[in-house]
């Protein structure tokens, strides 16, 4: 079956730290990955992804390299701001299957000043 | 302009009684879902939609069901609420018959507390 497992959160970290959030994930086929964001109070937007082996998705400084062989998708960002407070989500795409999108169950990130 | 959105944005409403969230997207996307985030922030596929087929996952209730008077809407409509009914709903939507390289856009969510 399709699941993605996250780091369990909550993370906090100081202004200009370096952020990593593991994800990982089992799939059938070829999956699409996808790092959503919730902000307080707001609905998922899209962060960025990835679509074969060894993509690399990037967007607002975060990154994250599609790893067949590890079956990760490690979300990274060099130094975060409080702006960056929200929470995380990893999701895959079946693809092959219903097409239905699969969601990790969220990391919280606080960055204090 | 709101590329899929959701109304009402919060919904307070007492236990037994029957509601409906709507959503409408202007994307042109061709699938529709609606999802379910409890307070743990844990996200739940509730329905898949196109124009061709419903998806329902077998774990919904039936007291939930959706609703399409078109491509572009996708109603959820809650009968007989319950306290555990509580929760953020949201409304997303995707090209073609899935999420496929694209991924969902969601609307804002709905927050729902039954009392």
């Known amino acids: 079956g399709n699941s993605v497992t996250q780091m369990e959160g909550p993370v906090t970290l100081s202004e200009e730290a370096f952020l990593t959030i593991n994800c990982t994930y089992t799939?059938?086929?070829?999956?699409?990955l996808f790092w959503y964001v919730q902000y307080p109070g707001e609905g998922l937007q899209l962060l960025l992804k990835?679509?074969?082996?060894?993509d690399k998705g990037s967007n607002k400084g975060f990154e994250a390299t599609y790893r067949k062989e590890t079956t990760s998708f490690h979300l990274e960002k060099g130094s975060v701001q409080v702006s960056d407070s929200a929470v995380y989500f990893c999701a895959l795409s079946d693809r092959d299957g219903a097409n239905n999108l699969f969601f990790g169950t969220g990391t919280r990130l606080t960055v204090i000043p | 302009d709101t590329a899929v959105s959701q109304t009402p944005k919060y919904l307070v409403t007492q236990m037994g009684n029957d509601k409906s969230i709507k959503c409408e997207q202007n994307l042109g996307h061709d699938t529709m879902y609606w999802y379910k985030q409890d307070s743990k922030k844990f996200l739940k596929i509730m329905f898949s939609?196109?124009?061709?087929?419903?998806?329902i996952n077998e774990t919904v209730p039936n007291r939930f069901s959706p609703k399409s008077p078109d491509k572009a809407h996708l109603n959820l409509h809650i009968n007989s609420l319950e306290l555990g009914d509580s929760a953020v709903y949201f409304c997303?939507?995707?090209?073609?018959?899935?999420?496929?390289?694209?991924?969902?856009?969601f609307g804002s969510g709905t927050r729902l507390t039954v009392v």
């Open positions: 990835a679509t074969k082996a060894d």
């Open positions: 939609y196109n124009n061709k087929e419903l998806i």
């Open positions: 799939a059938t086929g070829y999956p699409s």
């Open positions: 997303a939507s995707s090209q073609g018959s899935g999420s496929g390289e694209y991924g969902y856009t």
